[in-house]
């Protein structure tokens, strides 16, 4: 079963406002992490935020973690056409290992 | 540029054949990933290797599917024999477990087709 469920499954802006995605999660974790996924492309990692932490910043993105919640937030600030992707929330178990479990995802487009 | 290279990238096969998927993991990198993709089930994890050796391959259907790294370069899961319902796309990761254990790094993915 996933451990990690993302909400909205689909989420449609327009250019330059503000895209937010959430991450919920079932146990306990060490770090969690997001990746974007263009279409017909694998993933790529766009940030790393750890259990110790509570919000993190990366250019324009902003996540936030909650432990007590286990949830976490994915903010995309002055979105652009190139954001149109979609987004995974990644959850690793053990300490200092990488085995991670994903997500569903969060296909977002972003209209100009 | 470093990158995780996988290969082929296309693959259509009848049921029945066996298929053989190949990864090239960044150089340095000490865990690979096997994972495979479809709309319905999203990204499960199939294998798990550490150091080349396998930790975790409770994923994977263990009658028809193998993974294995003959060596630091190359990590490669076989399907024999392929089922439609094998058809998704699998992907390879690869990354490095230590004292600031981080992410992961994709390849392209192949996608693979059984009819």
């Known amino acids: 079963s996933q451990q990690g469920e993302e909400d909205p499954q689909a989420l449609s802006i327009q250019e330059g406002e503000n895209a937010t995605m959430n991450c919920s999660y079932k146990?306990?974790?060490?770090?969690l992490q997001w990746y974007r996924q263009n279409s017909g492309r694998g993933l790529v990692h766009l940030i790393l935020?750890?259990?110790?932490?509570r919000e993190k910043h990366s250019g324009r993105l902003r996540v936030t973690l909650d432990t007590s919640k286990k949830s976490s937030s994915l903010l995309i600030t002055a979105s652009r056409a190139a954001d149109t992707a979609s987004y995974f929330c990644?959850?690793?178990?053990?300490?200092?290992?990488?085995?991670?479990?994903f997500g569903q995802g969060t296909r977002l487009t972003i209209n100009p | 540029d470093a990158r995780v290279t996988q290969t082929p990238r296309h693959k259509v096969t009848e049921m029945g054949q066996e298929v053989t998927m190949r990864c090239q993991p960044i150089?340095?990198?000490?865990?690979v990933f096997w994972y495979r993709q479809t709309m319905m089930q999203g990204l499960e994890l199939l294998a798990y290797?550490?150091?080349?050796?396998?930790?975790?391959d409770s994923g994977m259907p263990k009658d028809r599917f193998s993974a294995e790294m003959p060596d630091a370069t190359l990590a490669t899961l076989k399907i024999q024999p392929s089922e439609p319902r094998d058809s998704a796309v699998y992907f390879c990761?690869?990354?490095?477990?230590?004292?600031?254990?981080?992410?992961?790094?994709f390849g392209e993915g192949s996608r693979l087709t059984v009819l």
């Open positions: 990761a690869s990354g490095f477990e230590g004292a600031n254990t981080g992410e992961l790094f």
């Open positions: 146990t306990s974790i060490n770090n």
């Open positions: 935020i750890r259990s110790n932490e």
């Open positions: 990644a959850t690793d178990l053990i300490q200092g290992a990488q085995k991670l479990v």
């Open positions: 150089l340095g990198h000490n865990t």
């Open positions: 290797f550490r150091n080349r050796a396998p930790l975790d």
